[in-house]
């Protein structure tokens, strides 16, 4: 699926080759609403038509993509087993699961976990509460990592040249007017991550939705993911958030030991409380 890169205007974005535009076309493939048709696919990906339909049909030939009804196209049953293996064999997920239910028990919000890909957060997995204000956010799509909670958990503990890179890369888009845009405003917003353990996005990636997330390391002290739960504003308050993100950053922790990792000792950072407070 085709989007925005940050790039440096005085950096050529390079041209596109087989097997990218070949990834755009399975991104797209398998985006929310499926099956798509040839023509939307061609749209999200900015490819043309035929382009689009050679790659389709090299997909269906490997059982990568599956026609469907009125010319449209869907996940292959190849592309699904490759995903469920691969989901199967995931150690930090199969550390995660269980830790994302117990969390969805005591907060009585949807618990998620996701992992880093380039400059996006991307969720695996989610265990989502039963209640009449509901929330659902499909497995396998991707926020940007400075509008999401799980992306400014991993961003807090990524080293600080290789978060610069990210933030100074160029324009940082506004999924929201609430949404962080400023490097040094975000620099700010970690800072304060990695002093609590935890990171918070106020309606950064949606509006009315706030979310509390912490990082998950591995034995080497790299990021692997981050753990987080989200609930509507009036759900996730200023003292819900209080009280629920030394839990995430427990739930957090847990899988980090799991897999080897030992977090940095936080410590509390006292944030003013008129530009921190939470409406």
Same mark, same amino acid.
């Given at each position: 699926?085709?989007?925005?890169?940050?790039?440096?205007?005085?950096?050529?974005?390079?041209?596109?080759?087989?097997?990218?535009?070949?990834?755009?076309?399975?991104?797209?493939?398998?985006?929310?609403?499926?099956?798509? &048709?040839?023509?939307?696919?061609? &749209?999200?990906?900015?490819?043309?038509?035929?382009?689009?339909?050679?790659?389709?049909?090299?997909?269906?030939?490997?059982?990568?993509?599956?026609?469907?009804?009125?010319?449209?196209?869907?996940?292959?049953? &190849?592309?699904?087993?490759?995903?469920?293996?691969?989901?199967?064999?995931? =150690?930090?997920?199969?550390?995660?699961?269980?830790?994302?239910? %117990?969390?969805?028990?005591?907060?009585?919000?949807?618990?998620?976990?996701?992992?880093?890909?380039? %400059?996006?957060?991307?969720?695996?997995?989610?265990?989502?509460?039963?209640?009449?204000?509901?929330?659902?956010?499909?497995?396998?799509?991707?926020?940007?990592?400075?509008?999401?909670?799980?992306?400014?958990?991993?961003?807090?503990?990524?080293?600080? %040249?290789?978060?610069?890179?990210?933030?100074?890369?160029?324009?940082?888009?506004? &999924?929201?007017?609430?949404?962080?845009?400023?490097?040094?405003?975000?620099?700010?917003?970690?800072?304060?991550?990695?002093?609590?353990?935890?990171?918070?996005? %106020?309606?950064?990636?949606?509006?009315?939705?706030?979310?509390?997330?912490?990082?998950?390391?591995?034995?080497?002290?790299?990021?692997?993911?981050?753990?987080?739960?989200?609930?509507?504003?009036?759900?996730?308050?200023?003292?819900?958030?209080?009280?629920?993100?030394?839990?995430? =950053?427990?739930?957090?922790?847990?899988?980090?030991?799991?897999?080897?990792?030992?977090?940095?000792?936080?410590?509390?950072?006292?944030?003013?409380?008129?530009?921190?407070?939470?409406?």
């Amino acid at each position: 699926m085709s989007k925005a890169v940050n790039t440096r205007a005085s950096e050529p974005e390079p041209a596109k080759g087989p097997v990218d535009k070949a990834m755009e076309v399975l991104e797209a493939l398998v985006e929310t609403g499926g099956p798509h &048709r040839l023509g939307e696919i061609a &749209r999200r990906t900015g490819l043309t038509k035929p382009t689009v339909h050679r790659h389709l049909r090299t997909l269906a030939e490997y059982g990568f993509a599956q026609p469907a009804e009125g010319g449209s196209y869907r996940a292959g049953p &190849r592309l699904l087993g490759l995903a469920a293996a691969a989901l199967h064999d995931s =150690r930090d997920l199969a550390l995660a699961r269980p830790v994302l239910t %117990d969390l969805r028990r005591r907060t009585g919000l949807l618990a998620q976990y996701a992992v880093r890909h380039a %400059d996006d957060a991307v969720l695996l997995a989610q265990s989502e509460p039963a209640r009449e204000y509901r929330m659902y956010a499909r497995p396998g799509s991707r926020v940007p990592l400075h509008s999401s909670g799980t992306g400014l958990a991993m961003l807090s503990v990524l080293p600080a %040249d290789e978060a610069d890179t990210l933030l100074e890369a160029g324009p940082l888009a506004a &999924r929201t007017p609430h949404t962080p845009t400023d490097p040094a405003a975000l620099r700010t917003l970690l800072r304060e991550a990695a002093g609590v353990g935890y990171a918070v996005d %106020d309606e950064y990636e949606e509006l009315d939705v706030r979310s509390v997330a912490a990082p998950v390391v591995d034995g080497e002290g790299r990021v692997v993911g981050a753990i987080g739960i989200s609930g509507l504003t009036f759900t996730l308050d200023r003292q819900s958030v209080e009280m629920f993100g030394p839990m995430v =950053r427990a739930a957090a922790r847990t899988v980090s030991a799991g897999l080897g990792g030992a977090p940095p000792t936080f410590r509390v950072v006292d944030v003013d409380a008129e530009d921190g407070e939470l409406a």
